[in-house]
């Protein structure tokens, strides 16, 4: 069994988040990815930050009907913050038969080796991202090496990222502009519903 994990605040989930998901099953065969919304990143405490539990509803809606994709509440349901290596631990130790591919981004691919325990991250899981463009791709795969040479594997993949990012989205709801086309349908009616981001 081939799994992803693709991890992150999702705050909120939009449409580069999902269009790429589906691009890593392809690209890399995988027979499922599992979307695991953070309960609290150790990175960052992102401005119009949003419960756990809207987030993952958010998630799940965003989703939903994709039968290779499962949203995972594992990180939400500790009520702590989480980091990857002991969320991929659990993965392992859950599914024993699976080879694990860790979904980063790009700026998070260059930092890598500076999160907690990444040995324990490296022996866990293949480490892969997508690069923003062609000179960024060779940053990458320079970083790549260096990964490996610590034990990690790793995979690039040249993949059209699209332009849209949380921060945008939250922007655009906070001034009341739309948000059509950057997250899916039933996340957007979400977010209006429970008058998230300052709408």
């Not at 599992?34 to 949003?50: R, T």
Request: proline residues 4%; aromatic residues 8%.
């Amino acid at each position: 069994m081939r799994t992803a994990v693709f991890g992150g605040s999702f705050n909120p989930v939009h449409n580069g988040h999902t269009a790429l998901a589906r691009a890593f099953i392809q690209r890399l065969s995988l027979d499922r990815v599992l979307v695991i919304p953070a309960y609290v990143s150790p990175f960052k405490q992102e401005g119009g930050a949003v419960l756990p539990e809207h987030r993952l509803a958010m998630c799940r809606l965003a989703f939903e009907g994709e039968k290779n994709i499962a949203v995972s509440d594992m990180e939400i349901s500790r009520q702590t913050v989480s980091y990857t290596f002991e969320t991929l631990q659990t993965l392992a130790a859950a599914y024993p038969d699976s080879r694990f591919f860790l979904i980063t981004g790009a700026d998070a691919f260059l930092t890598i080796q500076d999160w907690k325990n990444p040995q324990e991250i490296f022996r866990l899981a293949t480490v892969c991202t997508v690069p923003r463009s062609g000179d960024h791709a060779e940053k990458l795969r320079r970083h790549a090496a260096f990964l490996r040479q610590s034990g990690a594997e790793t995979e690039i993949l040249d993949i059209d990222v699209m332009n849209v990012s949380s921060t945008e989205v939250r922007s655009r709801v906070k001034a009341g502009e739309s948000i059509d086309g950057l997250v899916p349908e039933k996340v957007a009616a979400y977010i209006h519903e429970n008058h998230l981001y300052g709408c």
